[in-house]
């Protein structure tokens, strides 16, 4: 299947900070990428889409200067973090659809992102 | 917007057979997919239902009811790689999914 990548892995960083994670299809081509937010034993929350080329859409309640997502090329996204706060702490997973499979309804998800703000 | 509701935990032994149910309330539906994500990893795919009726993949199917908004994901001959969480997840326009909470399964020797 397809692979998404996604970087840093983990990272600390000091409150009012920036943090940046991106996220890669590697073997496809990905118009579309969607950003989630995991926290301990819950459920994964859709933050947003990610659109090629075009702002990105932003689901209800997701402050959109907090969360900038830049999604500059057909195999990069990123979702930056801004002015991280503790309460930002959490696991933010990626996925992406293959658009050459045109009858999948498979997303492929990055491995994740563990950010912990001090 | 979208609900969904599954059990949060589920216990069985090895070899077992494991059904997680899986009820939703959504504006716009297009199909309920289900999701396997061990401790820490990323969520992987194991299904998807656009119509009524089961779908099997080994030892994983699942089903879907349009008219009663309600699937679930068999497990069969358990094994102790298959403990792991559990997610439904319902497909509206632009491929945007919207996860349940998640099904805990542990699966004991």
């Known amino acids: 299947g397809a692979v998404v990548s996604q970087h840093p892995s983990r990272v600390i960083c000091k409150s009012g900070t920036s943090v940046k994670i991106e996220c890669r299809s590697l073997d496809f081509q990905a118009t579309t990428m969607f950003w989630y937010r995991q926290f301990p034993k819950k459920s994964l929350m859709l933050m947003a889409t990610?659109?090629?080329?075009?702002?990105?859409?932003?689901e209800q309640g997701v402050e959109k200067d907090k969360f900038l997502i830049n999604h500059a090329s057909l195999t990069l996204s990123t979702l930056t973090v801004t002015s991280a706060h503790p309460e930002d702490s959490s696991f933010y997973i990626c996925?992406?659809?293959?658009?050459?499979?045109?009858?999948?309804?498979?997303?492929?998800f990055g491995p994740g992102t563990r950010l912990t703000v001090l | 917007g979208q609900s969904l509701e599954q059990p949060s935990e589920v216990t069985a032994v090895e070899g077992a057979i494991v059904q997680i149910n899986c009820t939703y309330q959504t504006s716009g539906f297009y199909g309920l997919s289900w999701y396997q994500q061990h401790d820490g990893g990323a969520p992987t795919f194991l299904s998807y239902n656009a119509l009524d009726g089961l779908e099997e993949t080994g030892r994983f199917s699942s089903f879907l009811s349009r008219s009663d908004s309600y699937g679930y994901l068999l497990l069969q001959e358990l094994q102790m790689k298959d403990s792991a969480s559990y997610f439904c997840a319902v497909r509206a326009g632009d491929y945007k999914l919207s996860f349940g909470a998640g099904t805990t399964v542990t699966v004991r020797a």
């Open positions: 996925s992406a659809r293959d658009p050459r499979e045109l009858e999948s309804n498979e997303q492929f």
């Open positions: 990610s659109n090629e080329g075009s702002k990105a859409t932003y």
